[in-house]
């Protein structure tokens, strides 16, 4: 496979006020590649900075170090016409539907704004693509006539991924599309992303908190922890095999996932004011396996069967 996005030592600092750090390091040095049809998974707890990569990636937040290339294109790199066409390229999917959809106006209308903002005219008209699009999100075409308010948490999940499909992207990016939905909703969601990457060949960047929920729909995952990637590889081998022990609480932690746990630790450690900046291991004081060396050098990138863990063992 070939890659169509390629993230390349990408950092984020916020500056934060009120605290005893100015300065808060979401993204720190990440790199990956999404190949062409590929799904990959992007976890880690809340914070981790699951939702800054994707900004970085919608150019909604400028980076302070590494770059992004799409199709090999740089995207600091591209004029005005450039970057509208990456716009176009990667669309985006979020958490809460009902947020994301403009109450007062009508589904049909919704799936056709992207566009009409775009410009285009499609030669069997806009109508006949919107009905299209809600084929394939599996919504009848009497949908078209309703508002947001008159549809289910996973009608309106469904009416988001039409009107960012409308744009025909090459990536789609979903950011936690599933987590305010029920399991039933939430498989059938998921289903439909993987159903329209088969048939599409599209690619698209699931992002989530749940590990479990990429088992049979993603092809790879990554972990972040702390605003780093500490493990990628396929995500078969890294369910059934996690190199990192951080990879190893995720999934100890489910199922039922269970964030209150992973949250104690955080406060565990940032609470006897273990903030690990430096030559150290990020994940030093939360670790089962920790050792001497973990809190005097940054554990190497290790290769895994398909990946890479980050960790001295
Ligand atoms: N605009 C901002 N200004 C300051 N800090 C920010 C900003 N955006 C994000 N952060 C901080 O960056 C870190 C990463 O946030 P991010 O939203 O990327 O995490 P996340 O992994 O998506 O979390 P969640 O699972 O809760 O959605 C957090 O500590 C957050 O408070
Ligand atoms: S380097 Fe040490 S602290 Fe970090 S994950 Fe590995 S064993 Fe744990
Ligand atoms: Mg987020």
Request: aromatic share 6%; glycine share 8%; hydrophobic share 35%.
């Amino acid at each position: 496979m070939s890659s169509l996005l390629t993230v390349s030592h990408l950092t984020k600092r916020f500056h934060i006020s009120g605290g005893i750090r100015s300065e808060l390091t979401a993204v720190r040095n990440v790199s990956f590649k999404i190949f062409h049809g590929e799904i990959l998974g992007l976890a880690g707890e809340s914070g981790s900075g699951k939702t800054t990569v994707s900004r970085l990636l919608l150019g909604l937040e400028q980076p302070d170090e590494g770059e992004v290339r799409y199709e090999g294109m740089e995207f600091s790199s591209l004029d005005r016409v450039g970057r509208q066409g990456i716009r176009r390229e990667i669309q985006a999917i979020f958490q809460d539907p009902f947020a994301s959809l403009n109450p007062i106006m009508r589904v049909g209308k919704i799936i056709e704004e992207p566009l009409k903002i775009q410009g285009i005219k499609d030669s069997e008209g806009n109508s006949s693509v919107v009905k299209k699009l809600l084929e394939t999100v599996g919504l009848p075409v009497s949908c078209m006539a309703k508002r947001p308010d008159q549809l289910s948490g996973g009608e309106q999940q469904r009416v988001c991924i039409a009107r960012a499909l409308a744009l025909r992207p090459g990536l789609l990016i979903a950011d936690e599309p599933v987590s305010a939905l029920d399991a039933e909703l939430r498989a059938g969601i998921l289903a439909l992303l993987r159903e329209f990457r088969n048939k599409s060949g599209i690619s698209v960047l699931l992002i989530a908190h749940d590990l479990l929920l990429f088992k049979g729909i993603a092809d790879r995952v990554a972990i972040m922890y702390e605003g780093e990637i500490v493990e990628i590889g396929k995500t078969e081998e890294v369910l059934s095999r996690p190199r990192h022990p951080y990879t190893r609480e995720l999934l100890q932690a489910v199922p039922p996932y269970c964030m209150d746990d992973l949250m104690k630790n955080v406060r565990k450690g940032r609470d006897n004011g273990e903030v690990s900046e430096g030559n150290m291991c990020r994940y030093w004081s939360r670790c089962s396996q920790v050792a001497e060396c973990c809190r005097k050098e940054v554990p190497p990138e290790k290769e895994s069967e398909s990946g890479f863990y980050r960790c001295h063992f």
